[in-house]
């Protein structure tokens, strides 16, 4: 969804209303795909004020990604609000903002659907995990430990205890 700039610019439009429903291609993030089953729906205000365009609204999507835990795929539904202002004037100072990925200087474009990508990129948990009790893939024979236990002796002593046994063990070989 592009948006023209020079009728705001001008200040011919002051506000506009925007709505959309757009399919997302898969995005990569922190080296993972993330794909969009459902379209992505954008409700978005737009006011021109002093210079700038302000974009308010909200992204709601419902992303497919892997667990960090238990490296399944599962689907995060997110829901954003947007606050953002876009400066207007092209003034050569300004060539960083208007080199982004979604301000198109040429052709005098926003890209809003680009900016709302950056926007949800922003937003992702660090970690995504497909649900709060994920208990993740045993450390030694790497089965999802969510779909059952392993036959794997973990060893999960209290360092305290740890010792208690070693000296247990030296007393045990004292009297061999
Ligand atoms: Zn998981
Ligand atoms: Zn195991």
């Known amino acids: ?22 399919l997302w291609p898969s995005l990569k993030w922190q080296g993972q795909e993330i794909r969009f089953k459902e379209p992505v729906q954008l409700s978005l205000e737009l006011t021109g004020e002093q210079g700038s365009l302000l974009v308010r609204g909200e992204i709601a999507a419902e992303l497919e990604l892997a ?33 982004s990925a979604y301000l198109d200087r040429e052709r005098d474009e926003l890209d809003l659907s680009e900016l709302s990508i950056q926007v949800l990129l922003e937003n992702l948990p660090l970690q995504p995990l497909c649900s709060q009790e994920c208990r993740g893939l045993c450390p030694i024979c790497g089965k999802n430990l969510n779909s059952g236990d392993c036959d794997c002796q973990v060893e999960t002593i209290d360092p305290r205890l740890a010792i208690l046994r070693q000296v247990l063990n030296q007393n045990q070989q004292a009297k061999k």
């Open 1 to 22: 969804m592009k948006l023209l700039l020079s009728g705001w610019r001008s200040a011919d439009v002051v506000q506009q209303t925007l709505m959309a429903s757009e």
């Open 67 to 99: 667990c960090s835990r238990c490296a399944e795929d599962f689907v995060l539904p997110m829901r954003l609000t947007m606050n953002e202002v876009i400066p207007l004037a092209s003034d050569e100072d300004q060539d960083g903002c208007w080199n």
